[in-house]
Every structure is written in structure tokens, then in C-alpha cells.
């Protein structure tokens, strides 16, 4: 009985020391993978910056084209000009289709409020082209005497020019004339003929 006591408390106690005398395990931390993670992430970071400043430059670009696409070509006024046999007071003058005429009652020579729309286009048109100097002619229809519309038609082209002169085109770039009756559009003797002839024409000056 006593031995096989003893014999317990022997096998007891080598596995006691057996147990004791294992390694423990070791958990081993990656340290390495936050800083592979923040890598990962500065990366990303700096491609998408750099794709949105590129979708950024595009856009520009792209806004720049069609800013140009809306302006006439040099060409588009030269295009249109049509050269007078006559002088204008500055040099040579040449007809276009791209600047209106407007027109006035009879025996008057206020702007109309119909004809401040045709005016502030032609103000738009000579913005695009800085360097384009007009001339301003008065006309009258055929009725009064030929000193009275030599005057009448001074004052419509005058006026003519205030107005432009009020959206900001320079006075230095607009000289008027006035022809009074003596240039009609249309020769014919009726109401209609009159009112075409009640004008104020604009045509451009060579440089």
C-alpha cells in the first residue's frame, strides 16, 4: 500500500516537472501591417488627387473651347465687307450685313425702344472687334427741304451715337455724317418707302 502510494507521488511529480519545464507560446504580433496599411492608403489618396486635378484641367480646357467657339473668327467681319465707291471722313468705308440700321418716325430722331435691342447687338459685335471704327449716317425721307434734313439727319446719327457711346463703346471709335434726302434706300413716294429711308446706317472704316 505504501508503495503504491509512493509510486503516485513519483509520477505526480515528473509531470508536474514536465509541465513546468514546456515553453510557454508565444503570441507574435505583426507589427508590420499598419505600416503597410498606411502606405496602401497614402497611395490611394495620392491617386485620386491627381485624377481630380486632371478631371479638373479637363473641365477647364473644355470650357475654354466652347468660350472660343462663341467668338466670330477675324474672319467673320472681313468676310462680310463690301467696299463704297465713295470715301467715308476717315478713309475708305465698307458696307456689312452685320451691323443693323435703325429707323425713326417721321420729323423725329428719338431712339425707339425697338431699336435699342438692334443697338446694343451692334454694341456687342464692335466689343468683339476692338480695333473696328464705324461711321454713322443720318438719313430723312424726301419730304422737307434739303437743309432742314441735312440737320434732321445730324441729329438722328447723333443720336445714334450716344446710345452706343452709352453701352460702352468709345467716342473716338464712331464719326457720324448726315445725307439728309439726298441718299435714300428706297426711291419710291409712298408711306413705306418713307419709313425705310427715316434711318441711321452704320458702315465700317478702313484702319
Not at 28 to 57: G, L, M, T, Y
Not at 116 to 129: D, F, G, I, S
Amino acid at each position: 500500500m505504501v508503495k503504491k502510494r509512493a509510486g503516485i507521488f513519483i509520477l505526480m511529480l515528473c509531470l508536474g516537472l514536465i509541465l513546468a519545464g514546456c515553453p510557454k507560446k508565444q503570441v507574435v504580433v505583426n507589427r508590420e501591417q499598419p505600416s503597410f496599411q498606411s502606405e496602401e492608403a497614402k497611395r490611394r489618396e495620392a491617386e485620386r488627387a491627381e485624377r481630380e486635378a486632371r478631371e479638373a484641367k479637363e473641365r477647364e480646357l473644355a470650357r475654354i473651347r466652347e468660350e472660343e467657339a462663341k467668338q466670330p473668327t477675324g474672319g467673320d467681319l472681313e468676310k462680310s465687307l463690301i467696299a463704297k465707291k465713295e470715301r467715308g471722313i476717315e478713309g475708305e468705308v465698307f458696307e456689312t450685313k452685320m451691323l443693323k440700321d435703325i429707323h425713326f418716325d417721321f420729323d423725329k430722331y428719338d431712339i425707339r425702344r425697338g431699336d435699342e435691342e438692334v443697338l446694343r447687338e451692334n454694341a456687342a459685335l464692335l466689343k468683339k472687334y476692338p480695333r473696328i471704327k464705324v461711321q454713322i449716317e443720318g438719313h430723312c425721307d424726301e419730304r422737307g427741304t434739303v437743309e432742314y434734313n441735312i440737320a434732321l439727319g445730324e441729329r438722328r446719327a447723333n443720336n445714334t451715337k450716344k446710345y452706343l457711346i452709352s453701352l460702352g463703346i468709345a467716342s473716338n471709335r464712331i464719326s457720324t455724317i448726315s445725307y439728309g434726302k439726298e441718299k435714300p434706300l428706297d426711291r419710291g413716294h409712298n408711306e413705306e418707302a418713307w419709313a425705310a429711308n427715316r434711318r441711321a446706317h452704320t458702315v465700317v472704316l478702313s484702319k
